[in-house]
């Protein structure tokens, strides 16, 4: 490709050859590259770095976000020195491009946008066809023989900068227009004819005094200086500052600003403007994907109002711009090593690069490629792993439509972003957040959105739209965060004043239930059931590569073979969590109960016969599916009284209609087994000292088990836990008590057993003398939830209902304690233990099981902790094990909050 035509030798001096002035707060494009985001933007520094790679850019400068940040600081005043800097970059521009800034004969137009360290796409403001007034929108229209071209440009000019620099309510600017597009039956501006455009600058212009009090100013330098000084400001703008918290951006980075030279899509029918991904961000098939129009300026594709072309009809119109930029997403690729997304302008017949970065997509791409790159020879599987994060996974997990489920969809849309939901249509975003503070989940239906419905489409479970393609501004925000999207569904009437969304003769109004399908675009009327998806084949090959990097290991919560085959499937080394209660409930509740309310010694030995039977027979299945691999076993955990009906309930039943006399034996066991505050009573290991014979049989009934699947060939791997410990001497007797037992299997089976025994971390204390309690056993495993519990002194169902919400609301915790691990508090404790356990004995084996087990943020802290594994659900094992390797690559780490507050 040849581009020298397009662009400016790097200018290391000035015309007479001496070195130029030193510039603080200004870089010119060709000074920077990629690797300057801090300084420059991402904007600018990528512009920088196509600049340096030769592509198409049409020339400009960036200031930096040093002097946005300096600004800032003195109260929105810029330093003294950037205006020189300024007028002297601007001087550079008018000398490569041959025109001049404010010249009418051949006036030079600018862009003024604004670029951050991290893309905050539509969030902060840009200011387009600089530099235009009366007299050199006279100067254009001689220039260029269009008055039509010239006019629009002046108009678009007057609209940014009105509502960007000059703060005009965007609302009283497009009441100045919309009686003149109604008159000339258009829908937007691009299609009034010059006349129309006359009209419509007067209007504006009118508009702007009304609102500011002062003429739109002429004076191209004073639209410069305004338009930086307002772009700085648009950094703490409202939405700029939302998308930030959303994000997780910080708020001191501040804003680079981009001048730079105008190039004209909207020159002609020769000319374009355009959007384009190097592969496809829904789906992430190599191949490019995009969209453009015809005769337009680059923001009318972004904001929806016109209906725009697939970039695979580009090669219609302009041939040979297409195979030209089909190289620049070749170089492009092979510069940044990834998808890009690129903004792109033709100006009679010659392409322009406007803006690259590494785009954005779904969770389902972003396997895709990370896969696909690896496969390409371009980066190395650990990268791979690093690009695809355990939010993404967990993303792809999202819901479909049950392909069970019978439906007619309405209308189609475009899927702009995969998952589906069902919900009450609202139609404006204060609607959505409305409705969704009440409880009910809703899905947002406009005609397109902006920024400024943000916080509808995050309260909202999903979007649909009548306008706009797959880089509207709902399809990137909702892929973004991982909602699903429906957009440029054509059929679609979206009345929000009338409170209606019509499609043909269907009328749907707010508060109605509709479904959509951003997988598939379908649009339906009431409610369809969704399920969730099969895995994608790169995830496999993905999660292996994971498994490499990896040094935890992932074992599984899991109780039934069933259970723990689906964990094993998905990738579980072993089950570091079988809860022995799951086994007595359902029709073996009489069992259970038959040995708690036993009357002798005989009937509880016969009740006692029959549980070990079952518990065996159990613990065979297990081991067998668990062949080779550790299990787990924790001995009976719960209170007696949660296997037994309630108090209250037999109470009532006895007042109304009497008890049987087995309900009377019930009653009484209910009574003798009562509770103040079950969380902390005669539960765990306190049951199994004051009840021995229940241990007794679960330890016989387990190591028979082992015995018998080792006499036919299997490999049992038996870890028997104890739980709720929180003193050493009461783990010391249960242990006694399981090694007893063990010596009569061993005598019975005549051979010694191997079996390995641990105690659960879960009481404050216990966490406290882990030290000591670590020189009893082979393996510590933290119970995070109830260690939660006691280290805040919550009961977990009393606080998550009514205490946690306004908690987090306000603030006062960062996340939900039994979500994510409070690593300040919980954490602290945890990590005292570690620290105490490794001391003793370094070989001790050291987990976690409970719902943190495949919390990614969580199990960041576990490893840098140095835990030996987790343990989490069957499902959560894929997520459990990106982040395992995640961690290890150090990309997840612990994060205080208290130590900020
Ligand atoms: P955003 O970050 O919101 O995408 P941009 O700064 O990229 O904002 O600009 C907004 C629109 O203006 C884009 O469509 C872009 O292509 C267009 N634009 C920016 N600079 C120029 C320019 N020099 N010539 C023509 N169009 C431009
Ligand atoms: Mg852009
Ligand atoms: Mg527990």
């Given at each position: 490709m040849d581009t020298s035509t397009l662009v400016p030798a790097p200018v290391a001096r000035t015309n007479d050859g001496s070195p130029p002035t030193p510039r603080r707060w200004v870089r010119l494009f060709e000074e920077g590259g990629a690797d300057q985001r801090d300084l420059l933007g991402g904007k600018g520094a990528n512009l920088a770095e196509m600049v340096r790679m030769g592509l198409p850019v049409p020339p400009g400068f960036t200031v930096t976000t040093e002097a946005c940040r300096a600004t800032t600081a003195a109260d929105g005043t810029a330093p003294s020195e950037l205006a020189d800097e300024v007028r002297s970059a601007i001087a550079h521009l008018e000398q490569v491009t041959g025109l001049g800034f404010g010249d009418p004969t051949a006036p030079l137009l600018l862009s003024v946008r604004s670029g951050a360290k991290f893309s905050m796409p539509g969030m902060m403001d840009t200011v387009l066809?600089?530099?235009?007034?009366p007299e050199t929108v006279a100067g254009l229209e001689a220039k260029t023989g269009d008055r039509w071209f010239a006019l629009d440009a002046y108009r678009r000019l007057l609209d940014l900068f009105g509502r960007v620099v000059l703060g005009v309510p965007e609302e009283q600017l497009s009441a100045a227009a919309t009686p003149l597009l109604e008159r000339h039956a258009v829908t937007d501006p691009s299609g009034l004819p010059v006349e129309g455009l006359e009209e419509l600058i007067a209007a504006y212009d009118a508009a702007i005094v009304a609102a500011t009090g002062r003429p739109f100013p002429t004076d191209p330098w004073e639209q410069l200086d305004a338009a930086i000084l307002a772009v700085f400001r648009s950094w703490n703008g409202n939405r700029a500052v939302t998308y930030r918290r959303m994000e997780g951006?910080?708020?001191?980075?501040g804003t680079a600003v981009n001048v730079q030279v105008m190039v004209f899509?909207?020159?002609?029918?020769d000319s374009g403007t355009g959007v384009a991904f190097t592969r496809d961000p829904a789906t992430g098939e190599a191949r490019p994907v995009g969209d453009f129009l015809l005769?337009?300026?680059?923001?009318d594709v972004v904001a929806g109002t016109r209906t725009t072309e697939p970039l695979s009809h580009l090669g219609a119109v302009f041939p040979e711009c297409e195979v030209e930029l089909l190289e620049v997403f070749r170089r492009l690729e092979e510069r940044y090593r990834d998808l890009c997304d690129i903004e792109f302008t033709i100006e009679h017949g010659t392409l322009y690069v406007l803006q690259t970065r590494v785009g954005k997509r779904t969770a389902l791409a972003a396997l895709r490629i990370a896969v696909e790159l690896v496969d390409e020879g371009v980066i190395e599987p650990a990268e791979a792993v690093a690009r695809f994060t355990p939010d993404q996974l967990e993303m792809l997990l999202h819901p479909r439509f049950d392909p069970a489920a019978s439906y007619e969809p309405v209308t189609r849309g475009l899927a702009a972003s995969p998952g589906a939901a069902a919900g009450e249509v609202v139609l404006t975003a204060d609607a959505a957040v409305a409705r969704a503070a009440e409880g009910v989940d809703v899905l947002l239906v406009r005609p397109q959105t902006s920024p400024e419905d943000l916080h509808g489409i995050l309260a909202a479970r999903g979007v649909l739209t009548s306008r706009g393609g797959l880089v509207s501004h709902a399809a990137v925000v909702a892929r973004g965060i991982g909602k699903p999207a429906v957009c440029g569904a054509a059929d679609l009437v979206v009345d929000p004043d009338a409170g209606t969304v019509t499609i043909g003769d269907v009328v749907i109004h707010a508060g109605d239930t509709i479904s959509i399908d951003g997988t598939s675009g379908d649009v339906v009327v009431g409610e369809v059931a969704v399920v969730a998806p099969a895995a994608p084949p790169e995830l496999v090959r993905l999660l292996g590569w994971a498994d490499e990097v990896r040094e935890l290991r992932v074992l599984t919560n899991a109780d039934t073979p069933e259970d723990a085959r689906a964990a094993l499937e998905r990738g579980a080394e072993g089950i570091g969590l079988c809860r022995t209660e799951h086994q007595f409930l359902g029709d073996r509740l009489p069992l259970v109960r038959h040995v708690i309310l036993a009357t002798d010694d005989a009937d509880r030995d016969e009740a006692i016969a029959d549980l070990y039977v079952q518990q065996r027979h159990d613990f065979v299945e297990l081991l067998e599916a668990v062949d080779g691999l550790p299990v787990t076993v924790r001995l009976l955990d719960p209170p007696l009284h949660e296997f037994l009906p309630r108090v209250e309930q037999l109470l009532v039943a006895d007042a109304t209609r009497g008890l049987s006399e087995e309900e009377h034996h019930l009653l009484d066991g209910a009574l003798a087994w009562r509770e103040d505050d079950p969380m902390l009573g005669i539960r765990g290991v306190r049951l199994g000292l004051l009840r021995p014979e229940i241990y007794a049989v679960q330890v016989r009934a387990l190591l028979d088990a082992a015995v018998e699947r080792s006499a036919a060939g299997g490999d049992p791997q038996v870890r028997i836990m104890i739980p709720l410990v929180s003193a050493p001497a009461e783990l010391a007797a249960a242990l006694a008590a399981v090694r007893a037992v063990a010596a009569e299997v061993e005598a019975a089976a005549g051979h010694p057993l191997s079996y390995e025994v641990g105690a659960m971390i879960e009481t404050p204390r216990a966490a406290l003398l882990a030290g000591v309690i670590a020189e009893q056993v082979d393996f510590l495993s933290f119970g995070t939830n109830d260690l939660t519990q006691m280290t805040f002194g919550f009961s977990r169902d009393d606080v998550e209902a009514r205490l946690l919400p306004p908690y987090l609301a306000q603030g006062?915790?960062?996340?939900?304690p039994f979500e994510t691990i409070d690593v300040d508090g919980v954490g602290e404790l945890v990590r005292t233990a570690v620290e105490r356990i490794r001391a003793t004995d370094p070989t001790v084996d050291i987990s976690v099981c409970g719902e943190h087990g495949g919390d990614p943020t969580s199990v960041g802290f576990f490893s840098a902790v140095g835990f030996d594994d987790v343990s989490c659900s069957p499902f959560r094992v894929p997520v459990a094990r990106l982040a395992a390797a995640h961690a290890e690559l150090g990309l997840l780490g612990p994060a205080s909050h208290d130590a900020s507050v």
């Open positions: 066809d600089l530099g235009l007034n951006i910080s708020d001191d980075l899509g909207n020159a002609g029918d005769h337009a300026q680059g923001e006062i915790l960062p996340a939900d």
